[in-house]
């Protein structure tokens, strides 16, 4: 081999370095969507709207009715870093919002452009400001509004063509939209969702608030799977071993579907858990061969301590402490409930 001198290492513009790192974040129009939704959550919304054009790639808009930011904010609202969400590290433990690195927004503006419409309590009019790489580019305007905040991402990796051609070339990231607000809406019952494509005259994704879980399920995902849906709860309380609740719905012997449906909160957190649903699979397809797909809603709580939810922003799956115990739990409540219920029908039957 021919051997060359050694290149010289230098500091990155500090411009590339945080395109880098944006581009990390949001991965994908869905994963914008996704930061966004979790910030008016946070904002204790009740009602989240999101219109998507062009598979998310031409805009992004998510409106919201929750508390809105402040005036004096807005200078450094996509700065990096900048957050309501956590002063100490030591907040990390008992964070109860979604977010808490002050990043996501930052990171929209470095690969998109962003426009924050909003407006506080007791305010007459709201003011609206634009932001390219983490700096606002003039004063925010006084403008019309009605309560909460808009933001919107137009032309989402206007700067970063390799990514544009191949989500262009992919199929769009609208029907991962769809799934991901389908997904929240059945764990935040008490917001109303709805999706829709620009242009489109009718909502793809509609939720109205309630109180009944199996309602929600059922106006998200039809009464086809919430007619087929049975609850499951644990309780575990062993410090010993393991201290978590789960409550769920999981489908029985009538659903049958080609590929199984696993939305798994932790915490209150969208995650993925592998582990957790290949064992649930192994159940299903050992109880309900015929019905080996399952439909699952599944909520954990765990004491905080024992998840780490400071992973990196983008990774949703999660490991938690003690996870062999919690599976096996999980699987051995889930086989009973689908053994009694499979009893019970074939008693039916023989009568
Ligand atoms: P993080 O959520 O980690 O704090 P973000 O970059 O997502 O970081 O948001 C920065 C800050 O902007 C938040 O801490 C919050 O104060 C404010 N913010 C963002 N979106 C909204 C919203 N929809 N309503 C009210 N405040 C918001
Ligand atoms: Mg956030």
Do not use: W
Request: net charge neutral; charged share 25%; with cysteine.
């Amino acid at each position: 081999p021919t051997h060359r001198e050694p290149p010289r290492i230098h500091r990155l513009d500090e411009a590339v370095v945080n395109r880098i790192a944006a581009g990390e974040v949001i991965q994908r129009p869905v994963s914008a969507v996704k930061e966004l939704l979790e910030n008016s959550i946070d904002a204790d919304s009740s009602s989240i709207s999101v219109l998507v054009k062009d598979g998310g790639l031409k805009l992004i808009q998510v409106s919201d009715d929750g508390h809105g930011i402040r005036y004096e904010d807005l200078p450094i609202l996509c700065e990096r870093h900048t957050t309501s969400k956590l002063s100490k590290f030591e907040d990390l433990l008992s964070i109860k919002s979604m977010g808490f690195r002050g990043e996501a927004l930052a990171s929209m503006t470095y690969v998109g452009h962003v426009t924050v419409t909003t407006i506080t309590k007791g305010q007459l009019h709201g003011y609206r400001a634009t932001y390219k790489d983490g700096v606002m580019e003039h004063e925010p305007k006084a403008c019309a509004a009605v309560k909460g905040t808009q933001i919107m991402i137009e032309n989402l990796f206007y700067n970063m063509s390799a990514r544009r051609k191949t989500l262009q070339n992919s199929a769009d990231d609208y029907p991962k939209i769809v799934d991901l607000i389908c997904r929240f809406a059945i764990h935040h019952i008490s917001v109303n969702f709805s999706c829709r494509k620009h242009g489109a005259a009718r909502a793809d994704v509609h939720s109205v608030a309630t109180s009944s879980r199996l309602d929600a399920i059922r106006s998200v995902y039809g009464v086809s799977v919430a007619q087929n849906l049975m609850e499951v709860e644990v309780s575990e309380d062993d410090p010993s071993s393991s201290i978590f609740e789960m409550d769920g719905f999981i489908s029985n012997s009538n659903y049958i579907a080609k590929k199984i449906t696993m939305v798994l909160f932790i915490n209150d957190r969208l995650v993925e858990c592998g582990a957790l649903k290949r064992a649930i699979e192994i159940v299903y397809a050992a109880t309900l061969p015929k019905a080996s797909k399952p439909f699952i809603y599944m909520s954990i709580k765990l004491p905080p301590e024992h998840i780490d939810v400071n992973v990196h922003p983008t990774k949703r799956e999660v490991s938690l402490l003690n996870q062999e115990v919690i599976i096996e739990k999980i699987q051995s409540a889930i086989e009973s409930k689908l053994r009694n219920s499979n009893d019970s029908r074939s008693f039916q039957e023989q009568r």
